[in-house]
């Protein structure tokens, strides 16, 4: 939700001061679709992909071959901005993010064909030393400056030898800009979203997934984000989504824990964190009374740590516990619990019925009991696996 809004606040503001229409939205009215461009479009993602695999691994050889220099940390990126220097005397097109050289191939005056094939290597060796060398920078602008060229270098040497070519490198230069990035970031479904919000239209959906698709599979597990991590089980963001499954039939009770120390309002911070540290817990209930089992709060280690040393004999745990606690009932299932415990950034839960304290669960209890689910399930799919090929 605040990535909607910030995108919509930002849309609207710049929207009604350039206009509404699309980046390139004079595409689409100048696109015949023709069939027999789909092979062209084929070859295309094939190029694509090729130098797809090129650029991440130029990138971080680039990067590694300067960790291992033995200079001082300043001097490094200085070096790389003197060799991008000395490359930019030569080639000033390889220099800034190179927005306006594809803009020109666009209105369909591009640069000289070994020029453009040229700016492809140029650009890939100049963004790597630029950022391997430790100096700040992207890696998205030099994606579609790379990618665009391709689509302008394949264009101008089809151009005059093959049928049924546009007469202008337009839509080439957008699908290799897309097809490129796409496939080096592992992210095809975005990049080819944004080849219809920038054309305006579908015309141009057709050849990016032609060639989307095959630079992808070329470029394989060739990521220039190399933190990327390899499905969305792996990822922290989404983990949760892959427990739930075998968490879902699991009540609190079931694995809650009820012989669990209690404090009362009587008990120090000093007594408090005593019983934390021999018990290698995070927190401790807050009750009543020693029979009495109603829950006033909570107290963990950053509640003990909060009081100075010096007063924690003095200080009685009602003055720095959190209270009012979260809590949850025992015949919740333990998705909700995890859930609970992921939002408010927690590592346990008092258990209650009937306000009074039935227990405790932890995360590393729902986790530990996950992971057992887990095995036994990856057994018996096992054990079905081997009785079927019986």
Known sequence: MPSFIASLTGYIIFAGYTGYMPVFGWMSRNIAFDPVTLLYYALLGVL?????????????????????INLPKWLKPALGGL???????????????????????????????????LLIFAKILGTSLSIGSGGSGGVFAPGLFIGGMVGTALWQSLHGLAGHLPSSPQPFI??????????VARAPLAVMFMVGEMTGGYAMLVPAMIAMGIAYVLVGN????????????????????????LLENVKVKEIMSSNIPLVTLQTTVAEAGELLKNKKIK????????????????????????????????????????????????????????????????????????????????????????????????????????????
Not at 174 to 183: H, K, N, P, Q, W
Request: charged residues 15%.
């Open 222 to 245: 060739n990521t220039i984000y190399e933190s990327q991590v390899p499905t969305p089980a792996d990822s922290p963001a989404h983990r949760l989504d892959y427990y739930f499954p």
């Open 283 to 390: 927190g401790l209930p807050v009750v009543a009374g020693e029979n009495d089992r109603q829950l006033l709060g909570v107290i963990t280690r950053e509640d003990v740590i909060r009081v100075p040393l010096l007063q924690r004999t003095e200080t009685g745990v009602g003055q720095t516990m959190s209270a009012p606690p979260i809590v949850i009932g025992p015949d919740e299932t333990l998705d909700v619990a995890l859930t609970v415990m992921s939002d408010n950034d927690i590592a346990f839960l008092p258990v209650v019925e009937e306000n009074k304290l039935a227990g405790l669960i932890t995360r590393r209890g729902i986790i530990r009991t996950y992971i057992l689910a887990a095995q036994k399930a990856g057994a018996e799919h096992t054990r079905a696996s081997q009785q079927l090929t019986a």
């Open 174 to 183: 957008v699908v290799g800009m897309m097809a490129l990035f796409g496939a």
């Open 83 to 117: 060799l991008v220097g000395i490359m930019g005397l030569f080639l000033p097109q390889v220099l800034g993010m190179g927005y306006g050289w594809l803009q020109l191939g666009m209105l369909n005056d591009p640069l000289p064909l070994g020029i453009v094939v």
């Open 48 to 68: 694509c992909g090729l130098i797809g695999i090129l650029y991440p691994k130029t990138f971080y050889a680039t990067r590694d071959y300067f960790k291992k």
